[in-house]
């Protein structure tokens, strides 16, 4: 089947503007992770969601960033107000639960602040 | 808090070579820990995904260990070949505070030259 999907796959937006990116999870999959990975560091949690529970957020850096996921598929995250340093590769993750099993990951979207 | 160090950060080899990736982690109270590839400008490929009882999981010419106790896990590649070069994450999902969020290492880049 498909795998995850990731739109758009690059996006160059202006400082002050809000993005929105958006992630398609394989079906069926009941969790889903926000990642960033910026240029020479790691990858850096956002936020996951599993099924219905609240999702943790404990990795979004400032109140700028916000996701959501709609009927248990598929996830938007926003940024409002976009800095230069939200410049980073945006990937999305998704997986049947959150402790035992596989992530399965998608292309990603590289945003470019300027 | 959990930390996860890879080592060597790059690494490069001719054709033919057995390699051995390292990965080390600081809490043993994990759920597993998951091998994936990263080719420039792409997203992750999962490798191999070993659980916490596991002692080790193989894919074809890949290899990876598990040692909980000591906190390291190793990815051996045998026969390397020019399309085994990208660069290789680890990351360990801890089984610590009731909380899913898996931690990633820098990752080792690896070239295989002809």
């Known amino acids: 089947g498909a795998g995850v999907s990731q739109s758009p796959s690059n996006k160059v937006t202006e400082k002050g503007k809000d993005v929105e990116l958006r992630c398609d999870p394989i079906?069926?999959?009941?969790?889903l992770y926000w990642y960033r990975q910026s240029l020479g560091q790691g990858l850096e949690f956002l936020i996951y969601?599993?099924?219905?529970?609240?999702?943790?957020k404990s990795g979004l850096p400032s109140d700028r960033f916000s996701a959501e996921r709609t009927g248990g598929s598929v996830s938007t995250l926003t940024i409002q107000r976009t800095q230069q340093e939200d410049s980073a590769v945006y990937l999305c993750?998704?997986?049947?639960?959150?402790?035992?099993?596989?992530?399965?990951f998608g292309p990603g979207t590289r945003l470019l602040v300027l | 808090k959990q930390e996860v160090t890879q080592i060597p950060a790059a690494l490069s080899v001719p054709e033919g070579e057995n390699l051995v990736l390292n990965c080390s982690f600081t809490d043993s109270a994990i759920y597993n820990l998951q091998w994936f590839r990263q080719d420039p400008g792409k997203g992750l490929t999962s490798l191999l995904l070993?659980?916490?009882?596991?002692r080790e999981q193989t894919s074809g010419r890949l290899n990876a260990s598990l040692d909980k106790s000591s906190g390291r896990s190793t990815l051996y590649i045998a026969a390397s070949q020019p399309g085994d070069s990208a660069t290789y994450l680890c990351a360990v999902k801890g089984a610590s505070g009731g909380s899913y969020i898996p931690t990633f290492g820098r990752g080792t880049s690896l070239i295989v030259h002809p």
């Open positions: 070993i659980q916490s009882s596991q």
């Open positions: 079906s069926g999959h009941t969790a």
């Open positions: 993750a998704s997986s049947w639960g959150l402790a035992r099993e596989t992530q399965y």
């Open positions: 969601f599993q099924g219905n529970s609240a999702p943790d």
